[in-house]
Nanobody
């Protein structure tokens, strides 16, 4: 079992930055891939970025490339999302997710077994 707890959300103005964190506890050695998803009111959950825990291979949605950066600490117990040049369209609840096995589509929510409770990001114009 894996537990995920997000933090770092908040309200910023357009062009601002935020750094989200996701603390992983439990059987962290079983995790193959971790990701950030987001969901705005009335919209489907969207994959933002993902990273394989061993190789560090990263994946990004086109909408955030060049603005967001995913990373993990050396102990593989914390996942980060550095968000720069934030836009109102980035406003959403952001969720951390973990998958215990190889995933074919890293930005698809159905690939992940474990989820955090979410942290709200609001970007005002």
């Amino acid at each position: 079992q894996v537990q995920l707890v997000e933090s770092g959300g908040g309200s910023v103005q357009t062009g601002g930055s935020l750094r989200l964190s996701c603390a992983l506890s439990g059987d962290r050695y079983s995790v193959f891939c971790m990701a950030w998803f987001r969901q705005a009111p009335g919209k489907e959950r969207e994959g933002v970025t993902a990273i394989t825990t061993r190789g560090g291979t990263t994946f990004y949605a086109d909408s955030v490339k060049g603005r967001f950066t995913v990373s993990q600490d050396n102990a593989k117990t914390t996942l980060y999302l550095q968000m720069n040049s934030l836009e109102p369209e980035d406003t959403a609840m952001y969720y951390c997710a973990a998958a215990p096995s190889w995933v074919a589509w890293p930005l698809f929510a159905s690939q992940y077994n474990y989820w955090g409770q979410g942290t709200q990001v609001t970007v005002s114009s």
